[in-house]
């Protein structure tokens, strides 16, 4: 994702630069700027505390189709393994991200719990690698999917049901 961003901002910058070497720098710097825009999360109320709770009890990974990075958002500690876009050449739902979950944490599919908001990147994806799933639902959108619904979190106060499916 970072190199078709990238190339964007090249086809997007290339007619206001005097040649290669400002294009580059042009092109750099804008990658930069959204880099750093992408790391300016406000996390859900109670996600900091959950973390903290689930990762004394539990391997935590990240899987994620963007490129936010776990340590720059100062949440890394919490985490076991990050696995990108980048590191699979993929987009969740495919299942290079949860394969290679499986990789790093050791265990096997039904041995792990995904939790994720989307329904078909997250949800399918994780129950078609053969892992349970929670879908976590703040909006309290209805289920669209013909899959049987699975248990679902809508805020991250009321996170017990983790324990009741891991």
Known sequence: ?????REIFRFKLAPIASDEAELNELVEDSFNYFLDKRHEVI??????????????RYELGVLTNGNADINRLNIGEYFKFSVSSVDVQSNKPDKGHFQKALDLSGFSANEVLHIG????????????????????NKEKVDWEQEYLKPEEISDWYNYEIIDEIA
Do not use: C
């Open 1 to 5: 994702m970072g190199k078709l961003r």
């Open 43 to 56: 996390f859900y109320d109670g996600v900091i505390d959950a973390l903290k709770d689930l990762s004394t």
């Open 117 to 136: 908001d989307h329904q078909i990147n997250d949800v399918i994806g994780a129950i078609n690698t053969g892992m349970k799933a929670i879908w976590f």
